[in-house]
């Protein structure tokens, strides 16, 4: 199975986001509910490896408190988590243009700073965060960030796409 996955840390972004994805009501948008329980798994994961430590990239990252889930941001992860699936495309930036930063914001969250994962073709969060964990493209960084206090976690199982399974991080801290 394939494995793809990208890291991503914006401070200052601005533009117009995409509309489409109905927070309230996100399975009218294509997120199924089916998806909850591995974003729980994520999120138990990701502080997990926050508690313990980690290396990055051959750097001793200390351990850090954990994160919280925050609904704007879980909107957001999994907004992008079925555009990815649904668009058949990998990336943080949509063809539209709408960064993570504008996710984020078009969902609700008043952000001083954001970062974003995304990976792909993995069936477990455990498998997708220990590869995140030990990537060189800045993910294990975003998932060790000291000054990040909340988290959406999205995914989304696209049968008919190329990596059919779409996890995506949101950290951030406001304002």
Do not use: K
């Not at 750097?59 to 058949?88: I, K």
């Not at 914001?105 to 993995?122: H, K, P, Q, T, V």
């Not at 498998?127 to 995914?155: K, R, W, Y």
């Amino acid at each position: 199975m394939r494995w793809q996955s990208l890291g991503f840390l914006a401070l200052l972004l601005a533009g117009c986001p995409d509309a489409g994805f109905d927070c309230e009501d996100p399975e009218s948008s294509g997120w199924s509910s089916a998806g909850a329980p591995d974003e729980q798994a994520m999120l138990d994961e990701v502080n997990a490896r926050r508690a313990a430590g980690a290396v990055c990239n051959g750097a001793d990252m200390p351990a850090v408190g954990p994160v919280t889930m925050n609904d704007s941001l879980r909107c957001a992860a999994r907004r992008h988590a079925v555009d990815l699936g649904e668009r058949d495309y990998f990336a943080h930036e949509s063809p539209g243009g709408v960064t993570p930063a504008e996710r984020a914001e078009e969902a609700g969250y008043d952000w001083g700073r954001i970062s974003e994962n995304i990976a792909g073709g993995r069936d477990t969060a455990e498998l997708t965060v220990s590869d995140l964990i030990g990537s060189t493209t800045g993910h294990c960084e975003n998932i060790m960030d000291a000054e990040v206090f909340d988290v959406g976690m999205g995914v989304a199982t696209i049968e008919d796409s190329e990596l059919s399974t779409y996890w995506v991080q949101v950290f951030g801290a406001e304002r």
